[in-house]
Each structure stands twice: as structure tokens, then as C-alpha cells.
């Protein structure tokens, strides 16, 4: 279970077990802050088979303590429901079988407040298991299901705003603060080529389809020094991009007409002019913000249009990694978006929009999966896949590393994706 | 407007508006009463496309008297909220676009107490119409409202059955009182051939579809004097009702292979036997009680295999006129089962389930729909259904009639449906 | 197996036996003359479920011969190809399996001339067990399968209309006479309510469905003398019936939506107006012809926006039984037009096109299927779909009788299907 | 261009000229020695979406050639008929609309006798043009021409044994020679590590997607030195391969259930053991073939059973680069089987099966599609696809390279797909 180790070594002072349960702690709590302001019906939707409710996640992220923690881990625990590892086991084969995933909207029992007081009865087993149990083994698997309830805190915010949009009437979530947008043309950032290493590199968490880190060999490239904004966008629609074959892959062009795709999703053409859908309601879209809720086809189409292409995960990984602009979250490891005018270098390159890229999800010579059930948790869905890098203002800000690899199928609009244009140097 | 008046010379005394509020107000009040126990989330979920939310139906229902009576009649009526008109439209082409039925699960605001305000509000105008209008003018269209509250009434009842089976934990609704089921072998009543009369014969409400009234000639025919039990029933599965062809329609056994039917709805074959969910739960199947579920084809499958057929809806409705059974129900207006042992005739033909017929569910001679948007209520229906007729546990005692013509397609199954055999004489 | 019987008495002279040849013989040979000017390629094709390639109704027709009157009849018959027991079976779920109607225009071996050997084999022994046997016994089985050949005559036309209408060349079958049209207007022909008899009297051959003859009683009522024409359609077009909803049955209304509807099947709107595709090749439409090709929701939608309706069944048979316009087809027993002017009654009601009605398609009062496979005739399919009577021009003109029943489901346009409106007296 | 270009600077001699048209002759002629034995029946049908009737392989073969060669480049060519420039396009949007895909199938009429009169026509029109042409500018296109023929010459035969699958009768194609099988067990070849090139080297033709030639990075692996046998697949089955989801992808397990998968397709379980459908008739599986019409899922299920992997296309081409099996078929560019036991290396790298590695069909570094429509040759399909290389028994023995990528989406199964495992050093 190589890939899940953080630093085996750490010593189990009470210092290190305040530090780990006040991080668990910490991201649990965030989970629950995102639901303040929903109703159990919010709660309880699900518009469509991808998404799921958002009562399922706060049941889900549970359950994960729960099955892989405090079930094999703590001496005569007691499951909250037995019931509960049916319903909420997402697609852990090995698990057993499951609630199916269509359906996961259908659960109006048990309530939101029971799956909150589910919550807090793991919660509590987990702060018992936390003070009396051998730290280094189990900190890898509390630092996934950490990650793992990261990335549900995005899928919350994703879910919920396509169920809002779902509804006619387009309820407001909350006020979300947004991301200044940017008003200079880009700029085209030159990066040698030659033979680099991408992967994480074995320092801090990282999921098992982040490595091994392995070498690649890199053509001489450039990237745009900012994302393709809503504005440029905008002139692709005009100039007919949604109308001209030649522009797209095959299976794009075909989603086009089979979806009648027009504009990204959560834009609508209004008498003034573009509107966009967004957590805090509609209002018209800004020029100067980044484009977002591309299908991976869309972006590929633009890109194209552009006379540019995407960046691969490995030209994007190895431009992050040898430019100034994003340590500045590593440090602090909080959301803020970056600066408009960076003094150098790559800008908007976390923290924005995700970005597509031209690599399919497959794994990294070496990879393996981990051994046992939370094994399921990557590998298995390497086909069908494209790769997005950078993570969007909706992802936890320490979620977010250079290494990352998020992954949609070429059709998914509904997560925050836009793009960022690479060429060849 | 003529199919819907009742009795247009009422004397508009205080006691008239009284009678009629209280009227509005016991049928209002029995909806609220259906919701009891049932939380937000359950109100919020549609578990298909034929089924609808609780809260969906709570809202619609006011809406019918917001758009049939408020907007039109009542002077400076205020619509509690604009958007209401098109969320809460079902398929009244004539009022304006509406919500697709499919989303209806979806629209997690207004939220449940919303919608209770909504009624209040609606029910607090209606008192003013009352109060202040010609009586005349509007109580046909009162009446009709008040019908087609009790048709969702019962409509709840299907739908949350459904939604509660498609939780795996098949929560309980609440403890009902179950109909006591009968262990005498059937006998079979004889009536005579010739000219007879069916439909409304236009003393009190009826829907436009029940008109005219007119003549039918039957052969001889006879009807059984009780319905079908679900021992019954399980002894045409035990002889492979489900795997002989010969005993079904081309498309009934096209429906079986697609849906891989093998038994009635919320069956299911556990270690002890046939076991059935409903809306106290899932407990043992009784053989004595009346088979429901089922769907026509399912019906006239099991009438064939029977060497029996189902009864027209002429046939059952001229039987019912003639038979002393039913009379009971239309003197004190109250639901109460039929006796087990009546002295004579038929039993059970109302107030159990309703009966599947051998009709299609098609206009009467001379049938015209009432203008105007309300006349969307029945006659564009008339196509691809079969006629249901009698009642069922479900339904409002004072809903049914002799002319009732309930109808849903051969295939729906999630109605309260069963059947009563008939042969020629 | 009365149903089938003519006249049991007959003597069976040897005139009798070459009388029943010659009829075998013709029918036999009408259908090969049918796929004169077909290629093999253009037997082999099926354009859509519903449809059958050519070269499967000419094995089909000689299957039914094979399997019904030769294997249990013919001492010593050896079968063409035991395969095609399989191959060749439509629906008759008590012969055994059968191959996918939707597969069957994969079955490329078969070739169309080893298929018109299969049938040269049947006629032989045709002919020997005509010779030789018991005709009394057999004459009823084979006049069913002359009928059920006919029938396939006018389903090889209908397919192959379908199949080159698919084709973007849209070649021509055949140069086809055309029926003259009107261009008087409709009179209404008025016939007494009371109680009448409709269905097959026992007089010669009809089919299960057609009997037994019963009581209807019927409400005074009027029929338009004439069908409705292509021009009256296009003003229905002009009038924007299809964007209408009110005009429409709802399953009606959502056909459209989903299929797109704006036009009759085969017509297309092209510069110099509405052009419609027919055997004989792409042409303009003539105003004075009969419309053609409607689903029975078109027929239905045209009849409510021309504040009329679709004749019942029953109407539509005592029409014709009582008006003097169809008894010359019965006399000479081949097809011609009706008179384009008749000195009274009402016109094309034969050999035009299928006139929907407004009945749903169900048995009628004692109706009891033959005993045995060839029982699944008729009755099997009587759910979902709505009758025609009357004949179109593809049809055998010895076919059509009054009391005949076509039906098919209320979508269906590839039948040769109009209308003709009634109204109440 | 640049990318079609053979030779630009071969002189135009007599000798040139002689030497395309019998290049061009050859190519032809083998496309119409594979419809021998063909009816035009079977010539007709299109089993499914994914196929085409095999008289649409050979109308669209011409097509090309008339519409990039004789339409730009003869003076005064008549096209044989112009509504085939919309009936034969097979997807080159450029070229205009065309005739849809699944409707291929129905086209009966132009006949197959026309179709061949239509490719005479070309080929005589090909033959001036090659006479009196530059021919410096036109080879390219008559090279692409040519290898895409072959590619149909392929597909032919994969549609027609689909086709002959789908009739009940499975009708023999002809007999076909079988590769020899292996019986002794795999050895593991090792290749080094290091930066390698890969990519299509400029030298002789290449479609544009095998090149540019560019530098990858390898890690040290090892590839088995033959294909996995229909033998050892059976034991995957029989050790529940398709029962256990651990084994696969999840798209894989999905795909699985969805189709029912127990085996390859073609593979039948009967009473003997295991047999498999094939162009010259059903037979039992030898055990010492290879593993056929695998899905990409089925082919990565059986390596992570059998503790190994698919190899990528960069391996896959190095190790063929490297080894010293493949060359003999460079030499004298025809057809003929690995040897059983070659002296050294590598076996089965070509003609036998298709091997499904574990690379998507992405653009190498720097590609760019060739200029205007025959630009839409390859790249469009660069998304939801994986690679296969080496070749079948169906593919021409000259049309395969080391570095030809061809390409499935990952469930067909389809084309004579097989598998070679590898794993790390």
C-alpha cells in the first residue's frame, strides 16, 4: 500500500494525534458548512444519473470512515445502520453490492438529519479509533478518505448546481465570491523541450494514479499564460463554431447535434445578450472571466478554431512545475484566486477552472493499483476518460497539487471546465 | 358547460354557501391529512415518470382553483406566485407552456411548507369567493375541483407506495386498515340480455366522460360475485401463467419478456412464500384478500387461463344497477368495505380495487367535451387505455359511482387494480 | 373450427377439386406477379421493424401452406427445408421458435430464387393433396391461407413502398393506375339509430374476428359520401393543425412532437407545393385524390378541426350494408374504382384507401378464436390498435368485405390509410 | 501535403506510369475477387450500424477515386451517375452531405451489377488519367486511394461474416486457410528502456496518423513472443473471468452485463465444448489459435488475470522494430503466416490477429491532418478509441506496416481483434 504512505516515520506523540484529528476535523466540518442554507429537499434530488444527491455524499463520505476505518479498525464498533453499506457504498465491488446509482434519488429515508447524526456518530468513533490505535498504520487510509471527502465537497457544489438549474425557477445557493477575470491578451510561454519527470515525486498524499513519477520526453511547447475567457468564447459561437464540422472530432460534432449543444452549459441567449447560470443565481456572463462547463469536445473544437491545440497532461504538469506562479497556494494551502497580473509567468493555473487536456486517463507505466477494495478507487476507470489539470474555485484549495489528475468522460459538462490553448514552439 | 352543472336552481341562502364551504374545506382538509407523517423529502421525490411528488400534487390541486376560479372570478385575487401557473400546470395545453412531467421531482423550491402556505392562501380566497359570488355560476366548477382533489388523493397514495418500494428500505407509511378478504368460492350472478342504459343519468356530479347517458345492447351474460384473490392468483403462477403464451396477448407477452414480469407488482417470493409491500409495509401475501397490481394484460391473462374473461364496462355497470349490493354506498356517501357475507348478489364491487374491463376507454355516443381549458380534463386521453370500474381501498368512498370510468394503460400496474371474472351466459 | 367453414356441403366432384386449384393457382400467382421488376436486392430489404422483406412474405405465405395443410395432411411429405420452420414462422408462438422480426432482413440465404423454388415445391404438393384428399376437411384451412396470402399481397406493396421510400433515390416499382378523384363536395348521407346487426353473417369466408354476427344499437347518425382529399388535408396543414394541440388526443399530440409530423407519410414540401412519393415514383399531389397515409392521430386531429368525427365500426358496416354503392364489387368479385359519380349513396368506399374508424380494435360479443396454432390469427392482437375498414387500392378487390376488419396500432402511416368524416344526426 | 508523399521525384516514364496502373489493377481486381461467391443478396445487407452491405464497400471505393482523383484531375470526366457523390460518401463532411449510415443497408437500387458497372467506369477513367497525367502530383492520392481500398477489402470481409453470423443458417463464406496454431508455451522477450523513436519514418507511404516519427521514453518491459491461444481464453472463462469485476475496467463490467459477454463472439457453448463461427462455417475452437473478436475490455480483463498487461503501441512498435520476425514481410510484401517456430524473437507480429494495446488513439506529437477532405481520413476519430496493431489474417499482406495504427472503439468486437500480453522487466 506503498502509494497511500505519507511519511511512515512520524512519531504517535499526542501532538500528532491532536494534529491528525484536527484535520480530520477540519475537512469534515467543511463538508457540513457547504450544506448550511440547503433544505432536506435540496438535499434530496439527484437531476440525472451522473450526479448524485447531496444527502447521498454526506452519507457516502460517512460511510467511507466507517467500511474502511472503523469496521476493521475499532475494537467493537458499532455500525450506525447495517443497512447504511448497501445504500451508500458508491462502487466498491469488493464491498458487496449497492444501492444502484440511478436510484440514489429515490432514498428519502433515511432523513438529512439522520445521515447528520450518522455523521456525528462516526465522527466520534473516529476521535475514539484516533486516540487509542497505532497512528502510522492508519493515517494513510484517514488521509484518503480525507481526500476522497475533498473530492465530494466538489461534487456537492457541481450537483447542486445542476439540480438548481433543473428547477425553473433557478434557485440561488448562496453569494460565491468570483474570480476576477482578466482583461489582457494572452501571452505564448515557451517551455524547452527534452526529457522531463512528471508524477508526484512520494512527498505528502497523493492519489495511486498520480505516479509512479516516471520520465517523458517533451517536444519544445507553449502555453497561453491565462485560460480562454467567456469573451473569446463568445466570438467562437458568432463565428458559427457550433456549425462547422471541420472544427471538431467526430464524436464531438455528433455530441453537438445529438444534445443540440449551442453554447456551453448553464448559458442561455437572452435579449441583452449571454446569461450564465451559476451558484449564485443568473446574470450575464463577464467577457473577462474564464470560460467554464466545456465538454472536453468543445474545448478540443475552440482550441482548433483557434488555430492552437490542448496541452497533453504531461506538457501542463512539467509548465506547472517550472513556473513561478503556483507555489503561492502551497504555502498557505487556502482558496484565494490568483492574481490578475502575476509578475511572471503562468496565470489562473489552480484554483479557476479545471483544464482539459489532450491526454486520455490511462496509467503511468509502473502504476498499480493498491491492494484491497479501496483499490477500486482509480485504476478502474482508466478507459473512456479524458485528463483535466489545475482545479477550479470550487475545489478545496489543499486539494489541489501540480501532480493531480482529475478525469470526465469527452461529453461532462457539469463539472467546472474550461481550457487553457498550448502550441507547438 | 352542461356536463358539469349539478343543480343550477340551488337556492343561494347562507345555508348554501355554508354547505359548500364546508364541502371545500373537508375535501382540502382530507388531502393535508394524507401527508401526515410524511417528511419534506418524502413529499419531494417522484419515483417515475407516471408518478408525481406528494408535493407536486398538494401544489397542482390548489393551482386548479387558483387558474379555474381565483384568476378568473374573484376580483383582485393576487396568484400567491406567478411562477406557480407554470410549474404546477399538469397538461392543460389551453393555460400555457408548462413544467415536463419527468422533472417534477426536481423542483426542490417552493418547498414543502411553501406549498401548505400556498393552499392556505388558495383556501382563504376560495372562502371569499363564497362568501361574495353567484353560487350558481361557479359551483359545477367547485364540484369539479373538489373530484379532482379526490382523484389526487388517490393518486398520493399509488405514488408514495411506489416511491417507499423503490427505497431498498421499503419504509412503512402508516398502519391501514385492510379490507377483511373472503374464503367462499365464487358464484356466478346471471343477467339478462337486451336493451339497457349506461352513464351518468345526470342527478348529481359526474365527470363529462361518464355522459351521455345511452342505450347498450347485451347478450347474456354473468359476472362472479367476488374478485379474484391473490390465492388465486398464485395458483396461475404456480401452473406457469407467466410462461405460456397462448394465455396472453401479443403484446401483454411482449410486456412479461420486456419487464420480465413473473408476478404482480410489489410481489416478491421470499423462503415462506409470496410476500407483498404496501403501504404498511411488506408482510405475507393472504390468499383470502383481492389480487392488485396487476396490469390488464396480467388480468386477461389470468381470465383466459381461468376459462373465464373480463366483463365490459357496459356489463359492470349495468350489473351493478341491478344488484343490491352497491346501493349502501350511495345513501350515506362514507366509505365502509362491503360486507363479507352480503345477503345476495355481488360483493365487493367497490371500495376494494378497481376492476380492469375488457373496454377501451373511448368516447360515449354524443360525448363533447365541456369548453374551454377544463375540457382538457378526460376526452384527450381517449386513446391507448383500458377502463377500470368500481373503486378501490384508495379511493374516496364518496368519489366513486356506478358511471365512474377510471382508465390507465394495459401495461401501469402501480394503480390499486384487479379484476372480477365474466363469461356468456 | 366453424369460424373457417364455407360450405361444408359441397360435393366434392372433381369439379369441385379443379375449382379449388384454379383458386389456389390464381391467388398463388397473383402474389409472384407482385415481385416482377424486383430485384433479389430489393426483396431482401426490411426499412424498419414493422416491415418485411419481400422475399419473406413469399416464404411466409408458402410456410403457412407447408406447415398448416401439407406436414399434417400430405402423407409423405418431405419438407423444402426443415430450417425454415424456423425462418419463416411470423408469430405463431404454438409451432414453436421463430427467428426476430427485425432480423428478418439479414437472411440473405435463402436467395429470393431458392424461396420461389420453396414455393414452386408447395404448389406441387398443393396440387397432390388437392387431388387426393378429403376437401370438406380442407377447404376451410385453405381458403384461410388464400386469404392470409392476400393479405400478404398488400403487406409486400405497403413494405416495398416503405423500403424505396428509404431509398434516397426513391425509384419506382411501377407505373400503378391511379383511383380518379372527386371534386364535388362532401354530402352527408344520413342513416336511422336502432338496433342493428353488424359482423360476418356465415355466408362464405371471413375471418374469426369478423363474427359472430351480434346486436348494436346505434344513435341516428350522418357519413360524409366521400373521403377526404389531399387538397382538404392541405388546408388542415395551411390552418397549422399540427401545431394545434387542442385538435389532438394527447398520445396524439406527443407523436408529433416526437416524430416530428407536419405532413402525411411520403408527402414533402417542396417549391412548387406538397409533392407526395407513391409506387409509381415521386409526383405532385392531386387536391381531388383521397389523403393517404395518416396515422390514425392525423385522421382523428383532421376529423375535430373539421368539427366532425371518425365513424364507428359498427356505423361504417351498416352504412355500407345498407347503401347501394359497394354491391358491385360483390357481384363481379374483382377489383375496379367506384364511380366517380354515382346516381346515389355513398362513394369510395372499397378499393381507395383504409378508412380508420373511431373503435378500438376488440372482440366482439362471443367471439372465441379457432382451437389450435391458427387460432392466433386475430385474437392475440386485439389490444392497442384501432380498425380500418373499407380497402384500399393495394388491396386484392376479392378481399375486401363489409364486414372486414383491418386494424393497426394508432401510429401506423404505411398502410394505405385516410378517412372519411361522420358526424352525430 | 507532405505527409502523402512517396517518391516526388520518381521519373514519369513509361515504366512509371506502367507500374501505378498495375498497382492500381491489382488493388481492384483483389476487392472483386472478395464478392465471388457473393449473391447480390448478400452483397445487400448491413448487419448493424457499425458494418456496411458489402456493395456499398465497393461503390465507396470507387467513390473516392472519383470524387479526389477523376473529378479534380480528368478534363471532362463524367461522373457514372451524380447522386452517388451522396450515396457512397462515407463521412467526409467537407464533401457535403451524405446518405445516412444505418440506411446503408437499404439502398437496393443502384443493384450490385451497376455497383461493378460503376467501378469499370472508374477504373477506365483511372487508367487515362494515369496515361496522361503528371503523375508526381497524383501518386499520392492514388496510394491513399489504394491503401484505403485495402482497409475496405478488410472490412468487407469483417461485415460479411457478421452478416452470415446473424442468419440462423451461419451460411459459409468460403473456405478459408487457417493460420497454424502454437503449443508451446510463451516465452517473455526483454527490451530495454531508454528513448526510442517510434512514428512512421517518411520512408514508402504511411497514413498521416503513423507519423511524424518522434521520440518516447520506454521504461524496460518484456512482451510475450506469441498471442494468447482460444485455449488459454478458455481457462479465463472457466475461472469465472466474466463473473468477477476485480478483472476489469469498469466501463468493461458494465459492457459485460449489459450484452450478456460469456465468451468471444463468434464462440458458441454446446455440447462438445466451445465452437466458433468463422467465414468458412462454424467448427470447434482449436486450442492452439489464437483468442479472436475480443472487445478491448475482454482483452485487458484476460491480462490482469493472467498477471500481466497489454502492452502500448510505443512498446509494441519498438519491440517489432527490434525483432527480427517481422522483416521477412517487408521484404516481398505479400502474405504469408509467421513461421510456427522462428529461430528467434517475437512470433505472430502480423497477419495473425489485431493486438489491442493499452494506448487511446491520440495525435502522435506535431500531427496534423493532410489539407482539405481526405484531411478527415484519420483525425477526426482521435477520441474513444484504443490502438491495435500487427494486423489479421483479413488484412492485406502489403497493407501492413510496424508502424500502422489501427483503431476500435473499446466494446467492438467486431474486427479479428486478439491479444499479446507484456508486463515490466
Redesign the interface.
Known amino acids: 500500500m506503498a502509494r497511500l504512505s505519507t511519511e511512515s516515520s512520524m512519531p504517535h506523540s499526542a501532538d500528532a494525534r491532536r494534529s491528525t484529528l484536527e484535520r480530520y476535523q477540519s475537512v469534515r466540518r467543511a463538508t457540513l458548512a457547504l450544506v448550511e442554507g440547503l433544505?432536506?429537499?435540496?438535499?434530496?434530488?439527484q437531476?440525472m444519473p451522473d450526479a448524485s444527491p447531496t444527502?447521498w455524499h454526506l452519507a457516502h463520505t460517512a460511510w467511507f470512515f466507517e467500511t474502511f476505518l472503523l469496521a476493521p479498525h475499532l475494537t467493537g464498533y458499532r455500525p450506525f445502520d447495517p443497512?447504511f453499506t448497501?445504500?451508500f457504498n458508491s462502487?466498491y465491488?469488493?464491498v458487496g453490492p449497492r444501492?444502484a446509482r440511478p436510484?440514489r434519488?429515490?432514498?428519502?429515508?433515511?432523513?438529512?438529519d439522520q445521515v447528520i447524526a450518522y455523521r456525528a456518530h462516526v465522527d466520534e468513533a473516529m476521535a475514539a479509533l484516533l486516540a487509542g490505535s497505532d497512528l502510522a498504520e492508519l493515517e494513510p487510509l484517514i488521509t484518503l478518505g480525507l481526500n476522497h471527502e475533498q473530492q465530494h465537497q466538489e461534487l456537492i457544489l457541481m450537483d447542486i448546481k445542476h439540480?438548481?438549474f433543473?428547477?425553473?425557477?433557478e434557485?440561488t445557493y448562496r453569494a460565491c465570491a468570483r474570480a476576477p477575470g482578466v482583461v489582457t491578451a494572452p501571452n505564448w510561454t515557451a517551455f524547452d523541450g527534452g526529457?522531463h519527470e512528471i508524477g508526484h515525486d512520494g512527498a505528502g498524499f497523493a492519489f495511486d494514479n498520480e505516479g509512479p513519477r516516471?520520465?517523458?520526453?517533451?517536444?519544445p511547447f507553449a502555453l497561453a499564460d491565462r485560460l480562454v475567457t467567456a469573451g473569446e468564447y463568445a466570438e467562437f459561437i458568432v463565428d458559427r463554431g457550433y456549425q462547422r464540422?471541420?472544427l471538431?472530432?467526430?464524436?464531438?460534432?455528433a455530441a453537438v447535434q445529438n444534445h443540440s449543444w449551442d453554447a456551453p452549459l448553464y448559458w442561455r441567449h437572452e435579449e441583452g445578450g449571454w446569461t450564465v447560470f451559476t451558484l449564485s443565481g443568473r446574470r450575464p456572463i463577464d467577457p473577462t472571466e474564464p470560460v467554464c462547463h466545456l465538454s472536453?469536445?468543445e474545448a478540443?473544437a475552440y482550441a482548433r478554431w483557434a488555430g492552437a491545440r490542448l496541452p497533453t497532461e504531461a506538457e501542463w504538469e512539467h509548465a506547472a512545475a517550472t513556473s513561478g506562479s503556483v507555489g503561492a497556494f502551497v504555502e498557505d494551502g487556502r482558496y484565494h484566486p490568483a492574481p490578475a497580473t502575476p509578475r511572471s509567468g503562468l496565470r489562473q493555473m489552480r484554483g479557476d477552472v479545471w483544464e482539459w487536456t489532450?491526454?486520455?486517463y490511462?496509467?503511468y507505466?509502473?502504476f498499480r493499483p493498491v491492494v484491497g477494495a479501496v483499490g477500486?478507487y482509480n485504476g478502474?476507470?482508466?478507459?473512456?476518460q479524458m485528463v483535466l489539470r489545475g482545479g477550479a474555485c470550487v475545489t478545496p484549495a489543499d486539494h489541489v497539487r501540480i501532480s493531480y489528475r482529475n478525469f470526465f468522460p469527452?461529453e461532462a459538462r457539469w463539472a467546472f471546465s474550461g481550457l487553457r490553448l498550448a502550441r507547438?514552439a
Open positions: 433544505s432536506a429537499e435540496d438535499a434530496q434530488v437531476s444527502k443497512a448497501y445504500l462502487y465491488e469488493a444501492h436510484n434519488g429515490l432514498v428519502t429515508r433515511p432523513s438529512l439540480a438548481f433543473c428547477n425553473p425557477l434557485p526529457l516516471h520520465k517523458v520526453w517533451l517536444e464540422p471541420e471538431w472530432l467526430s464524436d464531438g460534432y472536453f469536445y478540443d489532450a491526454s486520455a490511462l496509467p507505466p509502473g477500486e478502474k476507470f482508466m478507459s473512456g469527452p507547438d
